[in-house]
């Protein structure tokens, strides 16, 4: 789906996960959603905010899971994904406390891998996610799945690859503060939900959207595994559309 900016490819999703929730209320059922952070969704978010703020649309029947945090972090750090979500979204919104769950980095290392196999079977017992989504990395890692991940894996702690580690170098003080670790759901985490909207905006994004969508489908650039997904849309901006 290609829209003109990123504000409008931003609105069009934001207006469908809208519906979701609005539909599966109005059933007396619960919305399980799977967010991402990043600049990419800043949009959506925003949206989602002015939707509950302006419209009325309530996320009591919201449960949400992200896809990542970088390991080790205080919750409450500049650059946590937990803070990030609680500015840009849930501390805006009616979502309550206990609905809402991001992987925590301050779990100490020989607890991970249990944290981890709960946190993929509470996303079951929610139900399983109904909308995920998801940006995506300039090496087409999607969550922190670096190139190489498995189409199997589960949520797991992972190293980053240095070019990750570069490109998020901005949000720290410098490189060496960039965390080394992440906690990512898995790429089958990921390709259990039922709707997958993949955003993607801006020039610098042309080049992988397009090997993704055009390109072989291999684990050695893990967005490209979305073709074998049967409900998967790109939600893309002309910029990040122009090598298609
Ligand atoms: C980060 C996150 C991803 C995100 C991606 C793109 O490292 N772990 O979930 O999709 O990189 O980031 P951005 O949206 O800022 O371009």
Known sequence: EIHPSAKEGSKAAAHEIAALIREKAAANQKCVLGMATGSTPKYLYAELVRLHKEEGLSFKNVITFNLDEYYPIEPDALQSYNRFMKEHLFNHIDIPEGQYH???????????????????????????????????????????????SNINSHTRLV????????????????MSQVPRLAITMG????FKAKKVILMAWGSHKAKIVCRSVEGQSTDQVPASLLQQHPNCKFVIDEQASAEL
């Open 102 to 148: 991001i992987p925590d980095g301050t779990i100490p290392k020989d607890q991970i891998k249990q944290y981890c196999a709960d946190y993929d079977r509470r996303i079951e017992e929610a139900g399983g996610i109904d909308i995920q989504i998801l940006g995506i990395g300039n090496n087409g890692h999607i969550g922190f799945n670096e190139p190489g």
């Open 187 to 190: 790429l089958s985490t990921i």
């Open 159 to 174: 190293t980053l690859d240095n070019s990750t580690r570069l490109a998020n170098a901005y949000e720290f003080p410098n």
